[in-house]
């Protein structure tokens, strides 16, 4: 679905992406991963179209993404961020539907897509007519993904979808999405620091270190066949906390 050739983008003396080369599949969930400033939010954005790289060439379907065509691939992009990222002056109802009605969508189709997806994403239907702030971080969350899949897109783009959750809530939200994601079979393009995360979701986990891909793969390929000493120490500190954890040290 995406190719990137050759893709860096700097900003001032910061290097966020350095010559990625790089191919999403159709169907499947990529997962970008690394430590912070390593280029992973950057790249997404790329592909999105929200940021033009310096060099390179961004394809989606075979389509250059460039200022031409990047707004209206968008539309077939959903994409959801940490916190959700609604308008706090609109209703739920009103931030899911905003870009339908903007489009000129019928307003029956519009409140019958609504309901579906409120369904699918487990959001009580009562929470559509309150504003965000009268909703939980979760039901912010199911809101802006029911606002991501409102116009059918193609691909699904989630950048740290789950940050700002408490552990509980963010565990429900992780099971639902991953039964939503294999339901629709949809491409899902998804950000995340915690590598737990991102091998309970991701079909193929991209590890990235300033600005370049260190791995790809399944994450059993990151446990027992890493590329490099820093994968291997990238996925032990996170074990290493885990393990604390459940050894209450």
Request: net charge negative.
């Amino acid at each position: 679905m995406f190719e990137l050739e050759k893709v860096s983008k700097r900003f001032n003396s910061l290097t966020a992406l350095d010559d990625v080369d790089l191919i999403i599949p159709n169907g499947r969930t990529t997962v970008f991963i690394g430590p912070s400033g390593c280029g992973k939010s950057t790249l997404i954005r790329v592909l999105m179209g929200l940021i033009e790289p310096d060099h390179g060439v961004v394809r989606y379907e075979g389509a250059p993404v460039n200022a031409g065509s990047a707004m209206q691939l968008r539309r077939r992009m959903g994409y959801v961020i940490q916190g959700g990222g609604l308008f706090p002056h609109l209703t739920a109802r009103g931030n899911a539907t905003l870009m339908a009605r903007y489009l000129g969508h019928p307003t029956e189709d519009i409140y019958h897509r609504v309901d579906e997806l409120a369904e699918l994403t487990h959001l009580p239907s009562d929470a559509l007519d309150r504003y965000p702030a009268q909703l939980s971080g979760g039901q912010r969350q199911r809101v802006a993904l029911v606002r991501a899949l409102m116009l059918e897109p193609d691909v699904l783009m989630l950048d740290e979808p789950f940050g700002a959750l408490d552990p509980i809530v963010r565990y429900q939200l992780q099971t639902h999405l991953r039964d939503i994601f294999r339901g629709l079979g949809k491409t899902v393009v998804m950000v995340t620091h915690d590598i737990g995360e991102a091998g309970f979701f991701g079909d193929d986990i991209v590890l990235l270190r300033e600005g370049r891909i260190v791995q790809r793969g399944p994450i059993r390929d990151f446990v027992d066949r890493p590329s490099e000493p820093f994968v291997e120490h990238f996925i032990s500190a996170q074990r290493t906390l885990i393990d604390s954890l459940e050894d209450g040290t």
